[in-house]
């Protein structure tokens, strides 16, 4: 059988490094740019457009940065939705001035740039939505940890499964948001509303693998395969890890197909429930209920794999 828990100190140090990257991707981001996250127009209020140009023409995106920085739009970010659409985000601006740009973009440019989609939010609806997407994401991880104690309420120390469920829930958010910190940085990626749909997704998908690999150890526990807590976990872990694996893949596959064959305006979404499904995974498996047997032995020395025991 397959030593799962033994190998908890490996688990345990490559959590620690992606979190560490994230950590000094989040600091590098708040002095470079005033925010841990490149925040987008649903969070700062904005305005984003696509703009159509004739594939033909073979406009570069390197073209249209440098028109719009002539008209006086040189912060704004432009993204190659391909097949001649490009999304473009900058400050506030009217459905009229956005006409206006667009023609006088048409005419630097010498073809027709059309005006697909507009969208604009406010400052006020943007700091609206920022407040309530934090709160969101609260109340779903407080939610959970009830739901997993109630759920396990015959167990022994059912607050104990409940905050192992937790951490491991706040392990994979943390880490997708230490990714997309990284991505602002490196791509200018920006964070909007769909990012906060993709969490609570993620939040779904996560606790949801947790709650089986969970349920199979109190099932075993219940038959008393082992008098060893961690032997007992092992077994449930080798037990469901197919399942998992299987769930994990079939939903992959979906997403990997949105992710090349999607509209640009969901890219990044997609990317977000790519990462949450692989990183959700990993933590049901390697991280959740290995904290319940290193908090069964006390043994919290095994947390820190890096430091050294005493010989």
């Not at 607050?159 to 948001?177: E, N, P, T, Y």
Request: aromatic share 10%.
């Amino acid at each position: 059988m397959i030593d799962l828990v033994g190998k908890n100190r490996w688990f345990f140090l490559a959590s620690w490094i992606l979190v560490a990257i994230g950590i000094i991707s989040l600091l590098v981001s708040q002095i470079q740019l005033g925010a841990p996250l490149r925040l987008g127009i649903d969070f700062t209020g904005g305005t984003s457009m696509m703009l159509h140009i004739n594939p033909a023409e073979e406009v570069t995106l390197a073209q249209l940065r440098e028109e719009m920085a002539e008209l006086g739009y040189e912060k704004a970010r432009i993204q190659d939705a391909r097949e001649g659409n490009f999304i473009v985000y900058t400050r506030e601006i009217t459905s009229e001035e956005a006409g206006t740009l667009a023609e006088r973009l048409g005419t630097e440019l010498g073809t027709q740039v059309e005006i697909v989609d507009y969208y604009l939010v406010s400052e006020t609806v943007a700091v609206t939505t920022a407040a309530n997407a934090l709160i969101a994401v609260i109340v779903a991880a407080v939610a959970m940890l009830f739901y997993i104690v109630w759920a396990f309420r015959r167990m022994p120390s059912p607050f104990r499964w409940g905050i192992c469920a937790i951490v491991a829930l706040s392990h994979d958010v943390f880490i997708i948001v230490g990714v997309f910190s990284l991505l602002g940085l490196l791509a200018e990626v920006a964070i909007d509303a769909l990012f906060i749909t993709g969490l609570l997704a993620v939040v779904g998908y996560s606790i949801n693998n947790t709650v089986v690999i969970f349920d199979r150890i109190r099932e075993n526990m219940s038959r008393h395969i082992s008098p060893d807590f961690a032997q007992t976990v092992n077994s449930s872990l080798v037990e469901t890890v197919a399942r998992c694996l299987n769930t994990a893949l079939t939903t992959l596959f979906v997403l990997l197909a949105l992710l090349l064959f999607g509209g640009a305006t969901i890219h990044y979404f997609v990317l977000v429930l790519l990462l949450g499904v692989i990183i959700g995974t990993y933590s049901s498996l390697c991280i959740s209920s290995q904290l319940l047997v290193v908090w069964e032995k006390r043994d919290w020395r095994t947390l820190l794999p890096f430091v050294r025991r005493p010989v």
